[in-house]
């Protein structure tokens, strides 16, 4: 019977140790100098939750602030594109030609494969425009499209990628005719590259081409240089991308003079390959063509395209 009584006691003991190592411990349960351990464990805790809280913060705010000053920018960038939309045909400069009294500062003289010299001059409603910025060489327009502005060209295609008409840095770029490619004496192939931008400008919607439906909408593009004007009629609208240098594949951006007959057909059936649809508009050796290139993200180095053929 004792020893009945014995167990039923340790059970008791053992019962009553579990239910003590189970009790939370407070501060006061350990000695002075782990408590002290506790203490600065705790605070060093806290300091870090606080950080953490704080870097959240400011990165939501910088995030937004991001956010409000690319869409400022972008406002700004459509309010400038108004301003020199409305200098188009404007006179207020166009009889001045230039800082230096050069005369000459609005005429190109070109000479011909026949050693003919012709001298071109600027259409008076880009006169304007082309004395705030030489690199002007063009005026590109498609009608119910925020696609409504000037064309520059630069020594090289890197320049108009981050600045703007005014030649500040931004990284919406402007619109840019290809650096190889000829406005004065004329190219087969005018190639225009602008950026793809979440806001909307530029190039950003040019992808909306790949619906036939919408090319039905916007078959016709104007694409004036300063020295004469054009109307182009969309024949293609593809996706393709930007080839390693060594890979033996169609290149359109490498399309802008045609050696032959023979080299141009072969241009058109591969883009005609590519094509999302049939426009049925038809060019031929000695048309003149324009080219629309942005990128697309739909893979890597990848660009959405238009091309469409000079009808007047």
């Not at 040019?206 to 054009?230: A, C, M, N, V």
């Not at 609208?237 to 594949?249: G, K, L, N, P, Q």
């Not at 169609?250 to 045609?258: M, V």
């Amino acid at each position: 019977m004792s020893d009945k009584k014995s167990n039923i006691k340790e059970n008791d003991a053992a019962k009553a140790a579990e239910k003590e190592a189970e009790r939370p411990k407070r501060l006061e349960d350990y000695d002075p100098e782990m408590q002290k351990r506790i203490i600065a464990e705790m605070e060093r805790s806290e300091r870090n939750r606080k950080l953490l809280i704080l870097a959240f913060v400011l990165l939501m705010i910088g995030g937004f602030g991001a956010y409000g000053l690319y869409y400022v920018n972008a406002n700004k960038g459509d309010d400038r594109g108004g301003e020199l939309s409305n200098l188009v045909g404007n006179d207020v400069l166009a009889n001045i030609p230039s800082n230096k009294g050069d005369e000459g500062f609005y005429t190109a003289t070109i000479v011909d494969e026949s050693g003919n010299a012709q001298q071109l001059e600027v259409l008076e409603e880009y006169k304007t425009l082309y004395y705030l910025n030489k690199d002007l060489i063009g005026w590109l327009k498609i009608d119910d499209t925020n696609i409504d502005g000037p064309v520059m060209q630069a020594a090289d295609n890197e320049y108009y990628l981050s600045h703007d008409f005014d030649k500040k840095d931004d990284r919406a770029g402007t619109l840019f005719l290809d650096c190889k490619c000829d406005a004065a004496r004329g190219s087969d192939n005018f190639i225009i590259y602008g950026h793809h931008l979440q806001s909307g400008r530029m190039f950003s919607k040019l992808s909306e081409y790949e619906s036939e439906s919408y090319y039905e909408r916007h078959p016709i593009i104007q694409f004036d240089t300063i020295y004469e004007k054009g109307t182009y009629q969309v024949m293609y609208a593809f996706r393709s991308r930007v080839y390693d240098a060594d890979e033996v594949v169609f290149k359109y951006y490498q399309f802008i003079n045609a050696q032959s007959a023979e080299e141009f057909s072969s241009y058109m059936n591969e883009m005609s390959r590519l094509s999302y649809y049939d426009t049925g508009v038809t060019a031929y050796y000695g048309d003149r063509l324009l080219t629309l290139s942005t990128c697309d993200y739909n893979e890597e180095n990848g660009r959405f395209v238009v091309v469409a053929k000079k009808i007047r």
